[in-house]
């Protein structure tokens, strides 16, 4: 399938059986150092970023056609050697090859930006998303000024960072409220 010009795409992906893809502080960092030395080569923009110890999520605009497949196969083929060799390992690290999904509606585009933001609360890694460095997202919301943070998110979508992390929170509320009520309803 190709991955077309001006689209969004969220890609994703699990280490192989469910286990860790990132092993140290370290392994984050590499990976974040390489997607940042090939954005501008193969014409890709982040706009929203995850890394969790086990998968990542990426929503990605794609800026010339059929560059995306380029992209992954750089980044992730460089992570995957330089982590066997740290790691003094042998064999795939990911789950097959990445996943993806065309993003064709842009009110998906800011809930899957939000879901994205918000899967290291929702894993129980952190208690707010700010929290947690391997993400873009406090670069939305300006509170660190990271260079992987994409400049048409929030001022396109949002009047600023404080009204996007009022979207966020707002769903972090109601996933509470909804929790809190679970004990009333009947199964």
Request: charged letters at 20%; one cysteine or more; aromatic letters at 14%.
């Amino acid at each position: 399938m190709p991955f077309l010009a001006q689209h969004y795409y969220h890609i994703f992906n699990r280490g192989v059986n469910r286990e860790q893809i990132f092993f140290c502080e370290e392994n984050y960092r590499y990976l974040l150092r390489l997607i940042r030395k090939n954005l501008p080569r193969y014409t890709i923009e982040i706009i929203a970023y995850c890394l969790l110890p086990n998968h990542y999520h990426l929503l990605l605009m794609n800026c010339a056609d059929n560059t995306l497949n380029l992209f992954m196969k750089s980044v992730f083929g460089s992570y995957v050697q330089g982590v066997n060799k740290q790691q003094n390992r042998l064999g795939p690290l990911f789950q097959g090859r990445f996943r993806h999904t065309l993003v064709d509606k842009d009110e998906y585009l800011i809930h899957l930006a939000r879901y994205i933001h918000l899967n290291p609360v929702m894993a129980g890694l952190c208690d707010k998303p700010q929290e947690w460095m391997y993400s873009n997202y406090p670069d939305v919301i300006s509170e660190r000024q990271g260079t992987l943070k994409d400049s048409s998110l929030v001022p396109e979508r949002f009047s600023d960072g404080e009204a996007y992390r009022d979207f966020v929170e707002e769903y972090l509320s109601t996933q509470k409220q909804i929790q809190g009520l679970e004990k009333y309803l009947l199964e």
